[in-house]
């Protein structure tokens, strides 16, 4: 469920790649990205399969001809350039640009409009930006749906990486793989991680426009079901941990509340064997 990637591995490049993969799988995810950036810089064999296969925190790029800012993820990558949305222009600029069809491009100008919307609703500000490519085989296409929201010292990213498959007459296939960011900072205490989820389902298009709302009702379902998760595993196991270290109520009272329940269930123990 990702561009086409031409590269191909020796069995010791693989055994490298699986051995950087675990390496990062142990380290802070909240330093991800340097973590990645030194690792390719000192194996660059394996550098590209490796940026493409790690998910990492959304860079923010600028398009110089319209001054907007948009996101940037391996998906909207060409070398060191990144695609921009806004204008379909790579900054920096390059030679000899990967371009899309002008049919997929009307899309994702219209699936950038409707995310825009859907940002400034859930968000209340943030970024998003979308990036739609042709794939081989006739109407199919996939993308990916990128959103950030940054205050003080946290960051939210979501990256939703779609593949859209004809089934039969209008049916199509929906699949989705989506990664959940999360970088939480107040004061010294520190919470990051990151979640990923897949799901796959079918809707019925009629008209290409079709497309833009089954994708926006099938990323927004599953943001939904990993904003629940995370506040789930996140929130609610943070909040325990502190609540068994820390207590508001007087700790010599507590004791002699424990001791008196011992005093009591030791004093029924003894009724019952007489």
């Known amino acids: 469920m990702c561009k086409p990637n031409p590269f191909i ?5 693989q055994q490298q790649l699986d051995a950087a993969l675990d390496l990062l799988r142990r380290t802070d995810p909240r330093n991800v990205a340097s973590n990645l950036a030194l690792i390719c810089r000192m194996n660059q064999p394996i550098a590209e399969e490796l940026l493409s296969t790690v998910d990492q925190p959304l860079q923010v790029n600028t398009d110089l001809d319209n001054n907007k800012k ?15 949305p806004h204008s379909n222009k790579y900054f920096p600029a390059i030679d000899d640009p ?29 970024l998003s930006s979308c990036y739609l490519w042709d794939q081989e085989d006739g109407d199919n296409f996939a993308g990916v749906v990128l959103l950030q929201k940054v205050m003080k010292q946290s960051q939210w990213d979501s990256i939703h990486v779609l593949e859209v498959e004809s089934v039969s007459g209008k049916e199509y296939s ?21 979640l990923t989820r897949q799901a796959e389902k079918k809707a019925n298009v009629f008209e290409p426009q079709d497309h833009i709302a089954n994708i926006g009702a099938f990323v927004e379902e599953m943001e939904n079901r990993m904003r629940a998760l995370l ?44």
């Open 9 to 13: 591995m020796s069995d010791s490049e």
């Open 70 to 84: 948009y996101l940037c993820c391996d998906y909207n990558r060409d070398g060191d350039s990144y695609r921009s």
């Open 98 to 126: 990967i371009e899309i069809s002008d049919k997929i491009r009307q899309l994702e100008v219209t699936l950038n409009a409707a995310f825009d919307t859907y940002r400034e609703l859930y968000f209340e500000g943030g």
């Open 174 to 194: 929906y699949k989705l793989s989506s990664t959940v960011i999360l970088d939480i900072g107040h004061n010294s205490t520190k919470l990051g991680g990151s």
């Open 231 to 274: 506040h789930e595993v996140y929130f609610g196991k943070t909040r325990d941990i502190i609540g068994d270290i820390r207590s508001i109520e007087n700790l010599k009272e507590v004791r002699a509340d424990e001791e008196r329940k011992r005093e009591i269930a030791s004093g029924l123990g003894s009724r019952q064997a007489l």
